[in-house]
């Protein structure tokens, strides 16, 4: 087991790790207990009683954070020329019409993190989905990327609607914020966040849906939270 640093073993020694905290004990102490030269994120990591191997019980929603989390996404539409207007209206960072299609599909270049899209779009957007699938890029109903109003769609996104999922280990791990963000902020996020996650628990999953929570600064130690 690698050593901790002295600054680490001090904010550790901080921390009672049999303890499970409150949110309101949890998120004072995340951010006392975060003392990096930069701007920290704050995040969560909830361990689920789910079988990642099972389709049925894989999760995998959305939900607006009511202060996003410090950093607002560059959003690409991509549009059919019946909508050019439209999407010149949407807000969005970058455009793309049928016509730059090939260009995205032979240069690979991507300048964007996000990307939305219509329903008529969508076969179209078949020719790019070998560019845009494997950096998790491609619009999909099941992250509400791909629906007929755009401007509605980037706005969520820029006010902070993020999407979550589970990694193979049945944990999922999102952003919530910052240490410059008041406690306030902080738990309104967090509570955003739990109520998707809650709300979205599968059917099949029996047992205790969620087993463990940390709260944690980058590069801070992690704190057990409760889910409510």
């Keep these: 087991m690698a050593k901790l640093s002295k600054r680490m073993a001090a904010l550790t020694a901080k921390v009672d790790k049999n303890k499970v905290y409150s949110l309101d004990e949890a998120i004072k102490l995340v951010k006392e207990t975060s003392n990096v030269k930069f701007d920290a994120s704050i995040e969560v990591h909830a361990n689920l009683g789910i079988d990642p191997k099972k389709g049925d019980q894989l999760i995998r929603s959305t939900v607006v954070l009511p202060h996003g989390v410090g950093k607002t996404k560059k959003v690409a539409v991509f549009a059919s020329a019946d909508k050019e207007k439209e999407a010149k209206e949407s807000g969005a960072d970058v455009i793309y019409f049928e016509e730059d299609l090939k260009k995205l599909k032979d240069t690979g270049k991507i300048d964007f993190e996000i990307a939305v899209t219509t329903p008529d779009m969508m076969p179209k957007m078949a020719s790019v989905a070998k560019v845009l699938g494997p950096k998790g890029l491609m619009p999909s109903p099941k992250t509400e990327t791909v ?40 738990k309104e996020n967090l ?25 944690c600064s980058s590069m801070g130690p992690g704190i057990k939270i409760s889910d409510n």
Excluded: R
């Design 191 to 215: 509570v955003a966040f739990l109520d998707a996650l809650k709300k979205n628990k599968p059917a099949s999953s029996k047992g205790t849906y969620i087993k463990n929570l940390i709260l």
């Design 147 to 186: 629906g007929p109003n755009l401007k509605k769609m980037v706005d969520e996104l820029k006010k902070g609607k993020i999407t979550f999922k589970n990694d193979d280990t049945a944990n999922v791990h999102q952003t919530v914020g910052k240490v410059s963000f008041t406690e306030a902020q902080i």
